[in-house]
Nanobody, 122 residues
C-alpha cells in the first residue's frame, strides 16, 4: 500500500507565501509524476502543477510565475512553493502521484493525499 502525507497548509494574508510538502511512502517501485490539485469551495478539483520523473513541469495559467513545484526523488517528496498568494487561491490542496508499486510493477496507479486547507485572506 502507498500513502501520501501532505503538510504546510494554513491561513495567510494576500501577498504572503506558503510551502506545501507531500511525502509518498509504502511499497513504491517508481514514481512517474507527482502533482498538486486544488478544490475551491463549491467548485471542481483542478490541476495546479505537476512534475514528471524527468523534471518536466506544468502549471495552470493562474499560478504561473507565482507557484513553483519541485521534487526530491530520494525522499519521494514533492513541494509546492506558493508566493504572492491571492484570495482566489483559497482551496483544499491535494497531492497526487502516478506510480508503480513493487507489487503491481507493470501498471501505473494513481494515489491521492487527504488534502490540506489553504486560506488566503484579503
Amino acid at each position: 500500500q502507498v500513502q501520501l502525507v501532505e503538510s504546510g497548509g494554513g491561513l495567510v494574508q494576500a501577498g504572503g507565501s506558503l510551502r506545501l510538502s507531500c511525502a509518498a511512502s509504502g511499497s513504491i517501485g517508481s514514481i512517474n509524476a507527482m502533482g498538486w490539485y486544488r478544490q475551491p469551495p463549491g467548485r471542481q478539483r483542478e490541476l495546479v502543477a505537476r512534475i514528471t520523473s524527468g523534471d518536466t513541469t506544468d502549471y495552470t495559467n493562474s499560478v504561473k510565475g507565482r507557484f513553483t513545484i519541485s521534487r526530491d526523488n530520494a525522499k519521494n517528496t514533492v513541494y509546492l512553493q506558493m508566493n504572492s498568494l491571492k484570495p482566489e487561491d483559497t482551496a483544499v490542496y491535494y497531492c497526487n502521484a502516478v506510480l508503480r508499486t513493487k507489487v503491481t510493477w507493470w501498471r501505473d496507479t494513481e494515489y491521492w493525499g487527504q488534502g490540506t486547507q489553504v486560506t488566503v485572506s484579503s
